[in-house]
């Protein structure tokens, strides 16, 4: 399985961006993520959703992030809306599943850069 990220950039403080991730290979009953680091910071997860459409949020972007999921184009986006400075990262997308064959695969980064 191949990722591909896009759609980072410069943003003002009280903006929105939506990320996109791109998934090529076999991608059934898989999660989809993505996750952020910031300097000096571990990577953490931000949001998550299911082959299903689950998701799950972390508390520094719940409220005023989506993530959604096209099982058909095999595409993933998070759109995030009233950015903060703290925001700032790499944004990375994943891709894993919990069920034989079990795998994971990372995309490359994307940098998101928040001006206050």
């Known amino acids: 399985v191949q990722l591909q990220a896009s759609g980072g950039g410069l943003v003002q403080a009280g903006g929105s961006l939506t990320l996109s991730c791109a998934a090529s290979?076999?991608?059934?009953?898989?999660?989809m993520g993505w996750y952020r680091q910031a300097p000096g910071k571990q990577r953490e997860l931000v949001a998550r959703i299911s082959s299903g459409g689950t998701t799950s949020y972390s508390d520094s972007v719940k409220g005023r992030s989506t993530i959604s999921r096209d099982n058909a184009k095999n595409t993933m986006s998070l759109q995030i809306n009233a950015l903060k400075p703290e925001d700032t990262a790499v944004y990375y997308c994943?891709?894993?599943?919990?069920?034989?064959?079990?795998?994971?695969?990372w995309g490359q980064g994307t940098l998101v850069t928040v001006s206050s």
């Open positions: 994943k891709i894993w599943r919990t069920m034989t064959p079990t795998y994971e695969f």
């Open positions: 290979g076999y991608t059934s009953s898989t999660y």
